[in-house]
Each structure stands twice: as C-alpha cells, then as structure tokens.
T-cell receptor, first 114, second 112 residues
Framework: EAAVTQSPRSKVAVTGGKVTLSCHQTNNHDYMYWYRQDTGHGLRLIHYSYVADSTEKGDIPDGYKASRPSQENFSLILELASLSQTAVYFC?????????????FGEGSKLTVL | GDSVTQTEGLVTLTEGLPVMLNCTYQSTYSPFLFWYVQHLNEAPKLLLKSFTDNKRPEHQGFHATLHKSSSSFHLQKSSAQLSDSALYYCAARTGNTGKLIFGLGTTLQVQP
C-alpha cells in the first residue's frame, strides 16, 4: 500500500510567522506535489518536484517555497504566513506522467493562520 | 491554458436514482482524465482513470467514458448509494509535465 505521511496534521500559526509542512513517502515515487484545498476552489497545485534537489512552480506558488532534499521528502515553507494561507494542504506522490501516474495523497495538514 | 470544468457544485439525489457528474476539459493536447473521490475528513483517492483506447473504466459501480469530440469525461452510476456521498474531483494531465489539474469538485449528497 502506497504511503504518504504529512506532519504536522494540524497547526495554528501567527501572521508573519514561518511555517514548514513536511511530507514523507515510502512509495519510491519520483514525483511529489503540494496542493491546497479551499472550499469553492478545489485542489490547487502550489509546487511539485520530479527529482531530488529540484522543484517546479505550480499554479499558485506565490507566498510558498518548496524543498526536495531527497526522493522521499518534500517540504512546503511559508516564510511569512498570512491569513489567506489558512487552508488544508495535501501532499501527494506519483510514479510519473501519463495515465499510469495516479496520485497518492497524504492525510492532509490543516493550517490556521491567526 | 489547460483547465477542467465541473459545472455542479452540489448534487443532491435520492438513494437508488442514477448519478451523473459532469466534467469537461480544455487542453492543447489530448489529456489523460481521472476521477478522484474524497470522503469527509479523508484524503482524495483515485476512483477512475481514462484509457487511451475506447475501453470504459469502471470501479465500485461508477464508470466514465472519455469523449474527445465533446472534451468530456462524465462520471456515471446506475443507482446511487448512501455511501456514495462524497466530494468528487475530475482531473486532467496533459503532456509530460507530471502536473495534474483539478476541477473545483462536485459534492454528491445521497439521501434516503
């Protein structure tokens, strides 16, 4: 069974503070992704990576940084958290492209910025 | 740019009635289409994915057919069950970027 674990599962942060969300996968997948979920906006891609030490911008990268130090780990960093970044964040991994590259999601990290 | 459209935000129907959730896409290239389902307080998980030929994928009674002529990949089920109540996402992958683009999602509520 594919496994993607996120930490923390829930976090309350203050405006202007730094937040790091971590993701670890044991699937031996090349691709990893960070999505945010908001009511009315669906799942929106923030950053993704297809190889260690390299990250790519998704559709809404502003205000977020990503780090892929190894194949197994992918972090999302909010240097200066803002109220608008309150959301649920999902990490996912995938074997790659095409029809075979289904996403395996983690359980989500609920971030509340006050 | 590429996009996925799900026109219904909420679909409410009675148990036993047929289900159809709409999904259309816009893409420069022929995309691969997926349906993901997310139950309350759970992570999204794959429900169906399109094939490159004319096969119709099926899972848990749900099926979807990719119609390139109308750029659609509607999700259907002949008889809804209470356990089908969930958030359903249509998603598309185009080219070889690895990016998966999601629609806004459709919440399906099945009532007794």
């Amino acid at each position: 069974e594919a496994a993607v674990t996120q930490s923390p599962r829930s976090k309350v942060a203050v405006t202007g503070g730094k937040v790091t969300l971590s993701c670890h996968q044991t699937n031996n997948h090349d691709y990893m992704y960070w999505y945010r979920q908001d009511t009315g906006h669906g799942l929106r891609l923030i950053h993704y990576s297809y190889v260690a030490d390299s990250t790519e911008k998704g559709d809404i990268p502003d205000g977020y940084k990503a780090s892929r130090p190894s194949q197994e780990n992918f972090s999302l960093i909010l240097e200066l958290a803002s109220l608008s970044q309150t959301a649920v964040y999902f990490c996912a991994s995938s074997t790659g492209t095409g029809v075979t590259g289904q996403l395996y999601f983690g359980e989500g990290s609920k971030l509340t910025v006050l | 740019g590429d996009s996925v459209t799900q026109t219904e935000g909420l679909v409410t129907l009675t148990e036993g009635l047929p289900v159809m959730l709409n999904c259309t896409y816009q893409s420069t290239y022929s995309p691969f289409l997926f349906w993901y389902v997310q139950h309350l307080n759970e992570a999204p998980k794959l429900l169906l994915k399109s094939f490159t030929d004319n096969k119709r994928p099926e899972h848990q009674g749900f099926h979807a057919t990719l119609h390139k002529s109308s750029s659609s990949f509607h999700l259907q089920k002949s008889s809804a069950q209470l356990s089908d109540s969930a958030l359903y996402y249509c998603a598309a992958r185009t080219g070889n970027t690895g990016k998966l683009i999601f629609g806004l999602g459709t919440t399906l509520q099945v009532q007794p």
